[in-house]
């Protein structure tokens, strides 16, 4: 069979027994080598959405692959009722680049189960029930968590909802203190709002919400399952500038952290885990050793290639060229975190770089096109993406 046939039956394949939950690009990837995906024709396509902001790494980054492959020849899974090496490893390396209060991790599979821990902790210690989140806010798909996102239709498609869920608007503080009573366990935040096209808040927005948190004993919850481990240039929004140094009293993470292997995890203050007991919380997989030596093996790549710099410097030059192109009016987020808005539809925009090879991402704001690419990125590689954006207006 010819590769031309054999990519045809694949999606024949796919579409025939996989339910289609997604609008799939048409693309069938084979393998993939830093910031390219391959196809077994043989093309090859620029990545800058890295799956979903999952490829931060790169793909299939040497060390990582070599450290899961070590792994997998020695154990591949026990669960909690152990000891493991690679797992204490792995939440000794986690916690030494959280903010010096986060000083606990717990380990599940995913962003929504992070998120639904996180919410599950802080109705934990403060014996509270309600959870505020805000308006365009997305923290995953399983009951709780999509009753927390308030972002497009994912509450309907949730129904019915799980009770205990306030809302908020992003940016407002008064919104949040109007509801912010008593019966507030916790505010849960993406502090960069991705899927609603890269939206951000001004830092005095995030001083402000610590202020009503320790005022009120409400627990802040970041949700950085896309902005956490590099992604805007430092380890976490969580105590950066942009956050005006603020530190949430938890941090959920997913996504990069296991470069592609899922793992999710929550980073906790003592005083949270403090409220914690044996069996409050559990996950037959979570904290299993391939996932471990991938998050260990993950958070070494990043540091050993300079790839937060990397990621600051590439942002600059990004920015830079983008001022070239006229359509961009706008853009948004940090680091490789970035909205790039349009005057008009940026889907076809999306399909037109498609057709140049290059996968970019949508957001559910129609201006926006994201971008999502692993931390490792280069300047020749933004070159490329430059010219196939301006080429594409050029049609
Ligand atoms: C900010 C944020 N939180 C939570 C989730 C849910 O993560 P997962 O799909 O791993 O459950 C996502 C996924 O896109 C996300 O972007």
């Known amino acids: 069979m010819n590769a031309i046939d054999k990519l045809e039956q694949t999606v024949e394949r796919e579409e025939r027994f996989q339910l289609a939950t997604y609008k799939k690009m048409p693309v069938v990837a084979e393998r993939g080598e830093g910031v390219w995906v391959f196809t077994s024709s043989g093309d090859r396509y620029l990545d800058l959405y ?45 916690v030494s ?14 962003g929504t189960e992070a998120n639904e821990n996180a919410m599950r902790m802080a109705r934990m210690a403060t014996g509270r029930e309600h959870i ?66 890269v939206k951000t808040a001004e830092p005095s927005f995030f001083r402000a919400l610590r202020g009503l948190c320790d005022e009120r004993g409400i627990v802040l919850i970041y949700d950085e399952v896309q902005t956490g481990i590099g992604r805007t240039g430092e380890w976490f929004f969580a105590g950066s500038k942009a956050s005006d140094g603020v530190v949430p009293d938890v941090i959920t993470l997913a996504k990069a952290l296991g470069s592609g292997i899922p793992v999710g995890a929550c980073l906790v203050t003592d005083a949270i885990a403090s409220q914690i007991k044996e069996h409050d919380l559990g996950t ?13 093996a993950t958070l070494e790549a990043i540091e050993n290639d300079g790839m937060l710099a990397n990621v600051r410097e590439v942002e600059e030059y990004l920015r830079r060229r983008l001022k070239e192109v006229e359509q961009v009016v706008n853009v948004h987020g940090r680091g490789f975190l970035l909205g790039l808005e349009f005057a008009d539809k940026a889907k076809p925009i999306h399909e037109a770089l498609l057709e140049r090879k290059i996968i970019t991402g949508t957001s559910s704001d129609p201006k926006v096109l994201r971008l999502l690419p692993p931390l490792c990125l280069r300047k020749e590689e933004v070159d490329i993406f430059v010219e196939g954006l301006s080429s594409g207006f050029a049609d």
């Open 50 to 94: 890295g799956g979903h902001a999952v490829a931060a790494t790169g793909h299939c980054h040497p060390s990582v692959v070599a450290a899961i492959r070590e792994q997998s020849a020695k154990l591949l899974f026990y669960s909690n009722l152990v000891y493991s090496e690679a797992r204490a490893i792995a939440a000794e390396k986690l």
């Open 97 to 110: 680049i959280a903010p010096a209060s986060l000083t606990k991790a717990f380990f599940c599979n995913s």
């Open 132 to 197: 505020i989140t805000f308006s365009g806010g997305f923290h995953g798909r399983t009951a709780d968590a999509i009753s927390a996102t308030f972002l497009g239709k994912y509450r309907e498609i949730g129904k019915p909802n799980v009770p205990g869920h306030l809302r908020a608007e992003f940016g407002d503080i008064e919104s949040v203190r109007a509801v912010a009573d008593e019966s507030v366990a916790a505010i849960m935040l993406e502090p960069i709002q991705s899927m609603a096209g």
């Open 284 to 296: 037959t997989f979570g904290g299993g050793m391939i996932a471990m030596a991938a998050v260990t």
